[in-house]
């Protein structure tokens, strides 16, 4: 079972962002594409993300200075940082000021990928506690969801707006809020789409588990 993870990737070059965006949401990551590093503060602040694959190259503010922003800021973002440079001592710089992992360019998108999963398993196990709520448990390392005794496997949507709602338990979630949760920049929202997601949970925990407020959003009892 997988969630929806949202990933920034901060790259200025367009043919190796365009690989990388369509790679990644193959793999069923939601991605957003910054070209600039000026605007990847501001966007880190009105969005959440659960990781940030950061290019030292940018045009405007570099990457490597984002990356220091970021960590005197305290954010604790993983970070996967993108270069054409080889050298140790850029390496150690990059993992001294707070990079998570590095990968030099050129690389294999299989490399990528694992690199990808590596650091989503340590930030998952940095938010290990359980969520239960409505008779319902999640444990969001493992990506498991049991009910009345048996473990049920998701959609990757369904996980992710199930995830949101237990994480804010007793509290009405915008259906805005939802979408962020599981689109993509530039990816057409429907209409009804998080309507329908909610009908399919209820089907599956049963019609009390989330409610509705009309206007407001949706939550789980707690």
């Not at 950061?54 to 405007?60: E, N, S």
């Not at 689109?183 to 929202?189: A, D, F, I, L, R």
């Amino acid at each position: 079972m997988e969630t929806t993870v949202r990933i920034l990737l901060v790259e200025d070059d367009l043919q190796l962002g365009e690989s990388l965006e369509t790679a990644l949401r193959l793999e069923q990551y939601a991605v957003d594409w910054l070209r600039h590093g000026d605007g990847v503060r501001s966007t880190l602040g009105s969005t959440p993300y659960d990781l940030l694959i950061l290019d030292l190259g940018l045009p405007g503010t570099p990457g490597m200075q984002i990356l220091r922003q970021l960590r005197a800021d305290k954010h604790e973002l993983p970070v996967l940082l993108l270069t054409a440079r080889h050298t140790l001592e850029d390496k150690v710089d990059g993992l001294d000021s707070g990079a998570d992992d590095y990968l030099t360019k050129p690389f294999e998108i299989e490399e990528l990928f694992a690199r990808v999963r590596t650091l989503l398993r340590r930030k998952g196990a940095s938010r290990s506690q359980h969520l239960q709520a409505s008779g319902i448990a999640l444990d969001p390392v493992d990506r498991v969801v049991i009910f009345s005794g048996e473990q049920l496997d998701l959609t990757a949507r369904e996980y992710a707006i199930l995830e949101i709602l237990l994480r804010n338990a007793g509290r009405f979630v915008s259906r805005a809020r939802l979408e962020e949760g599981i689109y993509s920049w530039g990816e057409e929202v429907g209409s009804n789409t998080v309507e329908v997601y909610i009908s399919r949970l209820r089907k599956r925990f049963g019609s009390k588990a989330i409610e509705t407020m009309r206007g407001v959003g949706y939550r789980v009892p707690k």
